[in-house]
């Protein structure tokens, strides 16, 4: 099968179309068929090598943890779905191997849902990785109705969930992001605010009173402003700093595979919702290119890879 993968971690430029066997059919595993793959951060600094402190990594490396494709079989015990079936996934194993940047791939038992009928390919595959880490870190923040919620790097994968998804909840949003991105980010219901220089001043001014819970999707500078953002007896969620706890008494979040969530999350979407914001499709082939471009951080919405 054709496949996108790198044989050392010298990052997306080390990316190359290439043939590989076809992944085995695990007695709980399921064999899908890729229609869609979107990407995320995580899959370029995979690629860097900067996730092999955490998991054993086997090269050659296919990257890529979200898919949305049909199922071509399903091991003998795996239950409620036949070959055929649309699904989308959170396909992550627990060694870095053989990722969804394939014609076929491997989803674990624990990692997929049905897509609904009215959700195509290329959308159900931006929603496990990106919609299920706002919703555990807005579950993580005990975010709840009548908060006023901060997200940082709100115009993001996670960041443009995390909004409507905050949103949903009965919580007033404010989102960090470049200006080009605040009409983007008022459309999906936050009220935009400028990061970098001024940050603390710029949210004040839209919160005075500072806010009930912070969504840190970015660390450093944004990560430090809590103490001055954060009003008394709030709560901070951050997916990139594990210091989060230490210093401001936080939660720090790490996605993991949830069936139920992924399938409320893709209903959502079926029903109008959530909305899913594209940036850009590549073919498989052009992997690398799609690659590079989430490497420069400044993508609205997500990316996806189409077979
Ligand atoms: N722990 C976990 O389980 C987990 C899960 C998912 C993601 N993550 C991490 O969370 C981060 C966000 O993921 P993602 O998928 O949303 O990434 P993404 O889609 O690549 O994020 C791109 C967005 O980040 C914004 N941005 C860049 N620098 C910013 C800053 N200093 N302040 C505010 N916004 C900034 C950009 O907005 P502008 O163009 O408007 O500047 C752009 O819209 C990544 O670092 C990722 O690795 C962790």
């Known amino acids: 099968m054709k496949a996108a993968a790198i044989r050392s971690f010298e990052g997306p430029d080390a990316v190359e179309i290439t043939e590989l066997d076809t992944p085995p059919l695990g007695p709980d595993t399921l064999l899908v068929e890729m ?59 627990d060694h870095i191997q053989d990722g969804t940047f394939a014609e076929i791939v491997s989803v674990p038992e624990r990692s997929w849902a049905h897509i609904p009928d ?22 993580a923040a005990q ?25 949903l909840r009965g919580a007033t949003v404010l989102g960090t992001a470049s200006p080009h991105n605040h009409d983007y980010l008022a459309g999906l219901g936050a009220t935009p605010v400028a990061y970098g220089e001024g940050l603390v001043e710029n949210v004040r001014a839209v919160a005075p009173d500072g806010v009930d819970a912070i969504v840190d ?18 709560r901070v969620a951050s997916v990139i700093d594990p210091t989060v706890r230490e ?14 969530r992924l399938a409320r999350l893709l209903r959502l979407v079926a029903d109008g919702s959530v909305r899913v914001e594209i940036a850009e499709r590549f073919p498989l082939d052009e992997a690398r290119r799609a690659l590079q471009l989430s490497e420069g951080r400044h993508v609205r919405g997500k990316l996806v890879l189409l077979r």
């Not at 050659?60 to 239950?79: E, I, K, L, M, S």
């Not at 975010?143 to 949103?167: C, E, I, K, N």
């Not at 970015?218 to 709030?234: C, N």
């Not at 210093?247 to 139920?260: I, N, P, S």
């Open 35 to 93: 229609a869609a793959a979107s990407i995320n951060p995580v899959d370029w600094q995979i690629l860097h090598g900067n996730l092999r402190g955490a998991f054993y990594h086997h090269l050659p490396v296919v990257p890529g943890w979200d898919v949305a494709g049909t199922v071509v079989a399903a091991g003998p015990a795996v239950r409620g779905v036949v070959p055929g079936n649309r699904v989308a996934a959170y396909a992550r194993k």
């Open 247 to 260: 210093r401001f008494g936080g939660v720090y979040v790490f996605v993991h595979a949830d069936r139920e």
């Open 217 to 234: 999707l970015v660390g450093g500078e944004a990560l430090d402003a809590t103490d001055h953002l954060l009003r008394e007896g709030g």
């Open 143 to 167: 975010v709840r109705a009548g908060d006023t919620v901060l997200v940082h790097a709100a115009a993001g994968g996670v960041g443009s969930f995390a909004v409507q998804l905050a949103r």
């Open 118 to 139: 009215e959700v195509p390919f290329d959308v159900a595959a931006c929603v496990p990785l990106a919609g299920m880490t706002a919703d555990m870190t807005l579950d």
